[in-house]
Structure formats: structure tokens, C-alpha cells
């Protein structure tokens, strides 16, 4: 019903910064709550930060706040994650995912829809 794109990754040094994008088909994107979630190579996927679909609270994992920042436009059916001052721990799949829900959550489980991911390379 939702399908999600990724765009905007890429490689980047330590310090540096890469904004992501997230486009939604439809145009119901409004009344979904959509997250940001990070997998490395052996690892478990992990939540980043998450935006709920109408009042614009977010959370973030403690491993990025302060340095990420999510945001979504509506209009253009998109969901950005501006990420600052990265570290090498920080390289990783990233992936959108949505829910049709005002509530967020930072179960991956939680979450309905998903995009294929975009690949962020973090050099020291």
C-alpha cells in the first residue's frame, strides 16, 4: 500500500554529513508515523529516530541524538534524516519505514512498510 524510496547516502569522513530522504507514494503520507532504522554488516537492525505522522514529536536513539535530525514534508510526501558529525560507528544500511499511526515506536516490528535502504559509509 506504501512503497518507500531511499535516497542520499553515500560515503563521507568522520565529522562529516549526509542528508537522507525517504519519498512515500500516496497521498496519505500525512497520516503516517515514520522511522529511521540502521543495519551493520553482523549486527541487528537498529533504531535511529522516528517522527510521529501529525505533531511533529520525534524521538532518537541515544546513539545519535544531537548529532541526527529527522524532519518530513508533507507536501512532497518526504521524511529527511540530517546526520551530523558522523563516526565510523555510525556506517550502515539505513532504511525508512512507516506506520499508519500518530504514535511512534522504536519497535521495528511496529512498522508496516519499508523502503530497500541506502548505503552510508563513514571513513576515519
Known amino acids: 500500500q506504501v512503497q518507500l524510496v531511499e535516497s542520499g547516502g553515500g560515503l563521507v569522513q568522520a565529522g562529516g554529513s549526509l542528508r537522507l530522504s525517504c519519498a512515500a507514494s500516496?497521498?496519505?503520507?500525512?497520516?503516517?508515523?515514520m522511522g529511521w532504522f540502521r543495519q551493520a554488516p553482523g549486527k541487528e537492525r537498529e533504531f535511529v529516530a522516528a517522527i510521529s505522522s501529525s505533531n511533529g514529536t520525534k524521538h532518537y536513539a541515544d546513539s545519535v541524538q544531537g548529532r541526527f535530525t529527522m524532519s518530513r514534508d508533507n507536501a512532497k510526501n518526504t521524511v529527511y534524516l540530517q546526520m551530523n558529525s558522523l563516526k565510523p560507528e555510525d556506517t550502515a544500511v539505513y532504511s525508512c519505514?512507516?506506520?499508519?499511526?500518530?504514535?511512534?515506536?522504536?519497535?521495528?516490528?511496529?512498522?508496516?512498510?519499508w523502503g530497500q535502504g541506502t548505503q552510508v559509509t563513514v571513513s576515519s
Open positions: 519505514a512507516s506506520r499508519r499511526s500518530v504514535m511512534i515506536t522504536t519497535d521495528p516490528k511496529n512498522y508496516a512498510y
Open positions: 500516496g497521498r496519505t503520507f500525512s497520516s503516517y508515523a
